[in-house]
């Protein structure tokens, strides 16, 4: 400690000296482990172009994935082009690229995370990276070094910098001993997958920085989530979005679950909506850290009637998998989101009807076979 003290003086006194004008000096003062406000007070210096408490400044990390590129399109809408980044390790579309700001960034390497942080004047984070449940399954190794390692290196960079995190839950973490009709939010939870084992531990580490730290630690658990505009990634839910993609180009679709597989689902805007809901909610409202939400309920072979309503020359056939069928006996059937709606007024938009309507229009827009169908 006298060798902080020492530096800390050091640097203070760098700083004092005239024609100093050296901005990197707030960097390393941070890095001794002095409180953000306690930087404020001693860089009155420091200037900005615009009004930090404005807007918040978004990082989104695994934007690539299934609600990444939705929830940037949400954000910039309410909080300007340039103050939410898309990051992710893979190559964005043209589409992705052109439409804001889109840079590398790899979670397991704490040095560039930290600089983008730092750099870009991070101020909100919505951590997206992680193996979903099958394809976790599928290579254990990874998913535990994406979703806990990974994990790690977020709530660290979040607490230095003191940011508000958002870390997404999910139905697969609870487990075959938790109560199943309805899950509340606080019961025995168990999963038996690496997905679900990781997720458990985001809840609980994001809950203990919170009361160690004060980190500003927010997490929704989201049921299966339902969207056009971009291809299922391996998530034991998929089905449900895959039936819409065939029905439109095929007329064929072959399920990988029982068709009485019953597990909560949400249409996609929902979802994102309750994210950002979530986020602006003030923290005196929040009862807890994590909370269910859901919208609705429903079995593969309810799904399919309802889509044959509008595509009747669907044909439906089931080829169980055994790896997500397992999976999915383990899950909630029903999600109690009660302490959501009651605390920070959630509500959903979309029931099954409404979802299935909402998607054959995305995607029959594309289509000659969905307009065909509507037609007759």
């Not at 997490?219 to 839910?237: E, F, K, M, N, V």
């Not at 709606?341 to 979802?355: F, I, M, S």
Request: glycine share 6%.
């Amino acid at each position: 400690m006298p060798a902080i003290r020492n530096l800390s003086r050091a640097v203070k006194q760098v700083l004092q000296k005239p024609g100093c004008g050296c901005q990197m000096a707030i960097v390393p003062v941070r890095c001794l482990g002095f409180s953000p406000r306690q930087v404020a007070s001693d860089a009155s210096f420091h200037s900005v172009s615009f009004s930090e408490t404005d807007h918040p400044r978004v990082l989104i990390t695994g934007g690539l994935g299934q609600l990444g590129v939705g929830l940037a399109k949400l954000l910039r809408k309410h909080f300007g082009k340039n103050n939410v980044i898309l990051s992710d390790i893979r190559k964005p579309p043209d589409s992705v690229f052109y439409s804001g700001p889109f840079i590398y960034s790899d979670i397991l390497d704490y040095k560039n995370l930290r600089e983008i942080v730092v750099n870009n004047r991070i101020t909100w984070l919505f951590h997206y990276s992680a193996l979903l449940s099958a394809v976790g399954e599928a290579n254990v190794p990874l998913a535990r070094s994406v979703n806990i390692t990974g994990l790690h290196n977020i709530l660290d960079i979040a607490a230095e910098h003191s940011l508000r995190l958002f870390v997404p839950s999910t139905i697969g973490a609870f487990g075959p001993t938790s109560p199943r009709n309805p899950t509340p939010d606080l019961c025995v939870q168990r999963p038996r997958t690496i997905y679900g084992v990781s997720k458990v531990h985001a809840e609980l580490m994001g809950e203990y920085y919170h009361y160690r730290y004060g980190l500003d630690f927010r997490c929704l658990r989201y049921p299966g989530i339902i969207s056009a505009d971009t291809q299922p990634g391996g998530g034991t839910t998929d089905y449900a979005v895959q039936i819409f993609h065939d029905a439109v180009k095929t007329g064929k679709f072959q399920c990988n679950l029982k068709p009485d597989t019953r597990l909560p689902m949400m249409y996609i805007d929902d979802c994102l909506r309750a994210t950002l809901e979530v986020m602006e909610a003030p923290a005196e409202l929040l009862t807890m850290r994590t909370y269910n939400i859901s919208a609705m309920s429903f079995t593969p072979e309810q799904l399919a009637q309802e889509v044959q309503k509008h595509v009747p020359e669907l044909q439906v056939t089931y080829k169980v998998d055994a790896v997500r069928q397992s999976i999915a006996d383990s899950w909630p059937m029903i999600f109690d989101d009660s302490n959501a709606r009651q605390d920070w007024g959630w509500k959903h938009e979309y029931d099954l009807p409404e979802l299935v309507n909402t998607m054959l229009s995305f995607l029959g827009s594309v289509s000659p076979v969905s307009q065909i169908a509507r037609l007759n």
